[in-house]
């Protein structure tokens, strides 16, 4: 139980182009899903919090405008990076917690975005 | 603020010998402590977590860990390491209803 996948797995874009990035909860209701970035050799750092059917919580730094997010329903949460340029080069992962538990977020096994 | 630090950055074992992964944090109350360990390209699998109770818990794939209050730790340790656990492993410190804060995170290598 307690699954999360991400789609895609990876993905090549061109410079200014928009990609969009989804994580679903495949076997449990998430009420609040999470979007992490990951650079190399490096640790997590949470970009946003999503809330189904409410706007998400940027973290301090995250251009919202930038990266969308979209909490449409209980078992799916979109982010779309817009206009992506090569710093935006990657791992994205997403995790999710089940219902009104507050104690443990499940993850996703992560997206590898590569901006040419 | 929370924090999480991990002070080993790289740890190198042989394979059968005991391991043990550093973690401290600051916080301002008691915390839900995670492990989470990550393979190359994957994502996160939760390992072992503590909220209350027994200071000694016991994980997936032999691990356990230890929390312990005056030395703000939470320490993992395996008797055996296996080269299945050469990974990424990171601790997280977060609390009801927060989020979580995930330490630098440490390279384990296993000799074989």
């Known amino acids: 139980g307690a699954v999360v996948s991400q789609h895609p797995s990876w993905v090549i874009c061109k410079s200014g182009t928009s990609v969009k990035i989804e994580c679903r909860s495949l076997d449990f209701q998430a009420t609040t899903m999470f979007w992490y970035r990951q650079f190399p050799k490096q640790s997590l750092m949470l970009m946003a919090t999503?809330?189904?059917?409410?706007?998400?919580?940027?973290e301090q730094g995250v251009e919202k405008d930038k990266f969308l997010i979209n909490h449409a329903s209980l078992t799916l949460s979109t982010l779309t990076v817009t206009s992506a340029h090569p710093e935006d080069s990657s791992f994205y992962i997403c995790s999710a917690r089940p219902g009104q538990r507050t104690d443990t977020q499940y993850f996703g096994p992560g997206t590898r975005l590569t901006v040419l | 603020a929370q924090s999480v630090t991990q002070p080993d950055i790289h740890i190198t074992v042989s394979e059968g010998a005991s391991l043990e992964l550093r973690c401290n944090y600051s916080y301002g109350a008691t915390p839900y402590l995670f492990w989470y360990v990550q393979s190359p390209g994957q994502g996160l699998q939760l390992l072992l977590k503590?909220?209350?109770?027994?200071?000694l818990v016991q994980g997936i794939k032999g691990f356990e860990a230890e929390f312990k209050r005056s030395q703000s730790s939470f320490n993992l340790r395996k008797p055996s390491v296996h080269w299945s656990d050469a990974a990424e492993y990171f601790c997280a410190v977060g609390a009801s209803g927060q989020n979580f804060v995930f330490g630098p995170g440490t390279r384990l290598s296993v000799l074989p």
């Open positions: 503590y909220f209350s109770g027994d200071t």
């Open positions: 999503s809330n189904e059917g409410s706007k998400a919580t940027y």
